[in-house]
């Protein structure tokens, strides 16, 4: 992924990652996201049941191949699958 997409790309996560959590929710569920290559994982996170520490919970992955992005799920083994009814598309765009 060239510098200028990943610009883009933050730009569109740290606008959904920010905004999709409603303010009375955010000390109990938080989103975050990682970059890793042409890679983006979404990411929930959410205190651990009677703990101080915080769980991560792998919602999505973004993968950018030949051009367009393909979306995946992950199992319980960690297994990453293609979501088939969600078609490869040019332009990320998250709601």
Avoid: C
């Amino acid at each position: 992924m060239d510098d200028f997409t990943k610009r883009r790309i933050m730009k569109i996560m740290d606008n959904y990652t920010k905004n999709k959590i409603p303010k009375h929710l955010q000390n109990q569920l938080k989103l975050q996201y990682k970059i890793r290559g042409n890679n983006i994982t979404l990411i929930e996170e959410r205190p651990a049941f009677m703990s101080e520490q915080w769980i991560q919970l792998y919602i999505a992955q973004f993968r950018l191949d030949q051009g367009k992005w393909r979306i995946y799920w992950m199992d319980s083994k960690e297994k990453w699958h293609l979501i088939d009814d969600i078609p490869p598309d040019e332009d990320l765009s998250v709601s």
